[in-house]
T-cell receptor, first 111, second 113 residues
Framework: DQQVKQNSPSLSVQEGRISILNCDYT??????FLWYKKYPAEGPTFLIS?????DKNEDGRFTVFLNKSAKHLSLHIVPSQPGDSAVYFC??????????FGTGTRLQVFP | DAGVIQSPRHEVTEMGQEVTLRCKPI?????LFWYRQTMMRGLELLIY????????DSGMPEDRFSAKMPNASFSTLKIQPSEPRDSAVYFC???????????FGPGTRLLVL
């Protein structure tokens, strides 16, 4: 039973447009959420995070939105660039417990 | 500073053989994590250590898997005997002070024939 779900395995977006990656979770006790980005042959790298006391966190071109009532998390990338092409993992945790990762969404940004 | 170092980067072995994966965390980090990545299940936490002590090994699939951290700068993940279904990418990660911002190594791609 996946507590963190990324239902879209892949997404293709044109350069300059907005990329929206989605993540759903089932555990209402999760209080911290993160997005990691992974290039081929490399390990995931931390991208952005959000606490459950907030509904939005922005860092440059990246914004994470949290909808607690819907148990839904999304990552917006504006504008998308070819270098953003990677696999994106969302992750969540409860209190001091371990991170639970989703299965990932492969984003391809084409010219 | 060097990031998390893993070796080997690739491993091909035959079913039944012992496999040992190695990890050197970032100096000063007090948490170390072992993950397995598969297409079906994404990134799964196998085990994590805090100050060299195993804290949660509930993700270790079965007794064939074992992990050790003899000191703050070295950890191993061992599979004995290996099976084809163990084929995956294994990541080691480390962090300072908690679970949130983990730094991952480049991974070991394991293929068991």
């Amino acid at each position: 039973d996946q507590q963190v779900k990324q239902n879209s395995p892949s997404l293709s977006v044109q350069e300059g447009r907005i990329s929206i990656l989605n993540c759903d979770y089932t555990n209402s006790m999760f209080d911290y959420f993160l997005w990691y980005k992974k290039y081929p042959a490399e390990g995931p790298t931390f991208l952005i995070s959000i606490s459950s006391i907030k509904d939005k966190n922005e860092d440059g071109r990246f914004t994470v939105f949290l909808n607690k009532s819907a148990k839904h998390l999304s990552l917006h990338i504006v504008p998308s660039q070819p270098g953003d092409s990677a696999v994106y993992f969302c992750a969540a945790k409860e209190d001091t417990d371990k991170l639970i990762f989703g299965t990932g969404t492969r984003l391809q940004v084409f010219p | 500073d060097a990031g998390v170092i893993q070796s080997p980067r690739h491993e091909v072995t035959e079913m039944g053989q012992e496999v040992t994966l190695r990890c050197k965390p970032i100096s000063g980090h007090d948490y170390l994590f072992w993950y397995r990545q598969t297409m079906m299940r994404g990134l799964e936490l196998l085990i994590y250590f805090n100050n060299n002590v195993p804290i949660d090994d509930s993700g270790m699939p079965e007794d064939r898997f074992s992990a050790k951290m003899p000191n703050a700068s070295f950890s191993t993940l061992k599979i004995q005997p290996s099976e084809p279904r163990d084929s995956a990418v294994y990541f080691c990660a480390s962090s300072l002070g908690g679970m949130e911002t983990q730094y991952f190594g480049p991974g070991t791609r394991l293929l068991v024939l």
